[in-house]
């Protein structure tokens, strides 16, 4: 089977920085992808690492160790609007697989 | 443009009503998904299709069915067996099944009356 762990809420401060983990456990990984939702909306997909290292995307970047069974998606700059869920999933031999999410709420 | 489309916005159910939720996308992607996501929680897969004519289901199935006749198409119908179907519905689709990338239509939220 396949699990993944994220924490379920997170505070940060406006421009400040944030880091969302995520540890799994899977029984077939090609990658980790990560996805952002706003209250009511739809998932949107925001980066993707199938390699160890670190991806950058603008202000998000996402991190992947894969003999640590763990990534984090990393979010600078922070603003009003960043206030959102934040969701990992894996990538194995089914469907993505994602997390609980992580609530992420941006405080001024 | 292309993306996915579901419709409605919101539906209200009855008891033992059956409901069907429609999910459209002109996206040529082969692959179709539909989540149920609850407050607070993840998004948990109802069924999959890779491809027309297929499906499968996935973690949560029971009380629900669906129906892969058209490339475009994968509705969703609720059935007076799923006890407690107050949720908000999504619908994805993606190229191949195996992909990182998923599209989310907009979502249905279902109440029950």
């Not at chain 1, 379920?8 to 939702?37: K, M, R």
């Not at chain 2, 058209?70 to 908000?88: G, H």
Request: aromatic share 12%; hydrophobic share 30%.
């Amino acid at each position: 089977g396949q699990s993944l762990e994220q924490p379920s809420e997170v505070t940060a401060v406006e421009g400040a920085i944030v880091q969302i983990n995520c540890t799994y456990q899977t029984s077939g990984f090609y990658g980790l992808s990560w996805y952002q939702q706003h209250d009511g909306g739809a998932p949107t997909f925001l980066s993707y690492n199938a390699l160890d290292g670190l991806e950058e995307t603008g202000r998000f970047s996402s991190f992947l160790s894969r003999s640590d069974s763990y990534g984090y998606l990393l979010l600078q700059e922070l603003q009003m609007k960043d206030s959102a869920s934040y969701f990992c999933a894996v990538k194995g031999n089914t469907p993505l697989v994602f997390g609980k999410g992580t609530r992420l709420s941006v405080i001024a | 443009d292309g993306g996915i489309t579901q419709s409605p916005k919101y539906l209200f159910r009855k008891e033992g009503q059956n409901v069907t939720l429609s999910c459209e996308q002109n996206l040529n992607h082969d692959a179709m998904y539909w989540y149920r996501q609850d407050p607070g929680q993840g998004l948990r897969l109802i069924y999959y299709s890779q491809i027309v004519n297929d499906f499968q289901k996935g973690d949560i199935a029971e009380g629900y069915s669906v129906s892969r006749e058209k490339k475009e198409s994968f509705p969703l119908t609720v059935t007076s067996a799923q006890k407690n179907p107050t949720a908000f519905y999504l619908c994805a689709s993606s190229p191949r099944l195996v992909e990182e990338t998923q599209y989310f239509g907009p979502g249905t939220r279902l109440l029950v009356l």
